[in-house]
């Protein structure tokens, strides 16, 4: 298991911008595929963002596309989630997780249970 602790939440208006970030600990940082996910009140899980191991590749929620950007220094141990022009709807609980399979990363179905750990999370709240 890799420990993650997500920072950089907050309150911003309608089209500001917050990078998210996800310091990992206790294992080999670039064995993982890491992804980004958001839950609403009420509602599921959703990935937003996840990138390969050494972030050659990328996955984005159509929500998101053109206007988020995930990025990994796996020197650092950290994963980032760069979030412009956000709208209301973006308003969640934003959570890093970290997926150790191997099989490729195009194909996926970027579920909840394919990823075995969790940060705690941190609130991103877009006032209109």
């Known amino acids: 298991q890799v420990q993650l602790v997500e920072s950089g939440g907050g309150l911003v208006q309608a089209g500001g911008s917050l990078r998210l970030s996800c310091a990992a600990s206790g294992r080999i940082f670039s064995n993982y595929v890491m992804g980004w996910f958001r839950q609403a009140p009420g509602k599921e899980r959703d990935v937003v963002a996840a990138?390969?191991?050494?972030?050659?590749?990328?996955y984005y929620a159509d929500s998101v596309k053109g206007r988020f950007a995930i990025s990994r220094d796996n020197a650092k141990n950290t994963v980032y989630l760069l979030m412009n022009s956000l709208k209301p709807e973006d308003t969640a609980v934003y959570y890093c997780a970290a997926d150790t399979r191997t099989i490729p990363f195009y194909g996926r179905s970027w579920s909840r249970p394919d990823f075995g750990s969790w940060g705690q999370g941190t609130q991103v709240t877009v006032s209109s």
């Open positions: 990138i390969s191991w050494s972030g050659g590749y990328t």
